[in-house]
């Protein structure tokens, strides 16, 4: 698992904090990553296989568009993590149109996550 995030990388350190350097993370300020996966709506998750296939992905915060994209990457990965905690899910909310990239140093915290 990896994140993607839309940001230089002392945006990224702010926005990820710890996990930062707990994951691979890719800073990508210019969306090359979003343009490539067709992405109209932040946040997304991406699940790329490692032949740079794109298996799933699901765009806005819609929990269960979520939960299939996750449970599409867990069937494929043995010993994944098969089931999240749902107290702590955030309810649905409207996804962000996609954007030209942010004026360089400013604050852009739309996340991709992708996953190989």
Do not use: N
């Not at 930062?20 to 998750?45: G, I």
């Amino acid at each position: 698992m990896a994140f993607t995030v839309t940001a230089d990388e002392r945006d990224v350190r702010r926005y990820l904090g710890p996990w930062a350097d707990q994951f691979l993370v890719f800073v990508d300020p210019k969306r090359t990553f979003v343009e490539a996966a067709e992405l109209e709506r932040l946040p997304a998750l991406v699940y790329v296989r490692q032949d740079l296939a794109i298996v799933g992905k699901a765009e806005g915060w819609e929990p269960s568009e979520w939960e299939h994209v996750g449970a599409s990457w867990a069937r494929s990965t043995p010993g994944a993590i098969r089931s999240c905690p749902r107290p702590a899910t955030p309810v649905p909310s409207a996804a962000l149109p996609r954007a030209e990239p942010p004026p360089a140093g400013s604050a852009d915290p739309a996340l991709v996550s992708a996953s190989t």
